[in-house]
């Protein structure tokens, strides 16, 4: 991992063209540090030269085990006479990392989440936010605060740039999706874009109502079902759609509402159940098409679920 001082000296100076700057920084730094060092910075060095240092990990929503290379810091070119953009990722202590863009710190993780640490979700957002600048500049306009399946997150359109865990938003003292409206705006500002205001949160809660758990959980195998039956009509006499988020279920009455959690993948959905089944034998739940892809067991045709009964509040 990079020396703190080095990267934000080495940012500064890619984004102000200074390479008088930059050589200065790396003789300053083989004087000074052991040999082990002075490796880090030929490393460094090759990401100036257009040869990025990278580092092999995982993305957030990767679908295989195969891992991709991030580099720590992107310089993204705004066409001549203006400055570039630098978009950088920054350890700040064992379990915090930010993302700074031209300088300044837009986000920062903290701790595990889905089994990644803090650096490695933050270089895969800055990696994310690298390819959609680099095919559209003016993508940032773009950028949001949202829910998906009850997770806040931080969009640019449809796609998904960033998840606000809980343990980062308690660590920045703000609710999951306050901090996702935050770190929208910051990213947004950096970039030239006006911030949202707090009717942006308002229209989001009122298009994703909350609901809470009852309690009454149940723990087994969900498997899925989709063009086969799409169309016919369900259990409860309405048409099959293996595009919307339902489920069939032995026992729970027409129109309850579920989430369904995948233990392997942590992902969650809320389903209606409009269906009867599964039976197959030891099968608790049968999902949508619609709503295994959003669990992340489309692939698997079966997974390890928890079910609970939800309800609105109130």
Known sequence: MMNKKLA?????????????????VFAQTDAQQTSSDSQETLQLASVIGGSSHLNKIESEDAQTDSPIEIPDV?????????????????????DATSLFINGTEVLRYSGQAAGMDSYTRVKTIASRLNTLLERNPKAA???????????????????ILATVDTETAK????????????????????LGVKRLDDSALDQITAANPTY??????????ASWYGPHFHGRKAADGS???????????????????????????????????????????????????????????????VAKVSVEVVRKPG
Not at 144 to 149: E, S
Not at 212 to 221: L, N
């Open 212 to 221: 809470k758990g009852t309690g009454k959980v149940q723990t087994g195998m």
């Open 141 to 159: 306009q773009d950028i949001h605060p949202g829910l998906v399946n009850g997770q806040a997150v931080i969009q640019a359109g449809p796609s």
């Open 171 to 190: 660590a920045a003292h703000e609710s999951p999706l306050k901090l996702s409206l935050l770190y929208s705006n910051r990213t947004r500002q950096v």
């Open 239 to 301: 048409r099959f759609n293996q595009f919307a988020l339902t489920a069939a279920h032995r026992t729970l009455p027409f129109g309850t509402m579920v989430r369904v959690v995948n233990q392997r993948t942590h992902k969650s959905c809320m389903v209606k159940i409009t269906d009867r089944g599964p039976f197959a034998h030891g099968r608790i739940i049968d999902l949508s098409r619609k709503a295994a892809s959003n669990i992340g067991m489309l692939g698997s045709g």
């Open 74 to 94: 992107y310089t993204i070119g705004n066409g001549a006479g203006t400055l570039p953009t630098v978009i950088q990722t920054l350890p700040q202590d064992d």
């Open 8 to 24: 934000a000296l080495l940012a500064s100076a890619v984004m102000l063209g200074q390479a008088g700057l930059m050589s200065g």
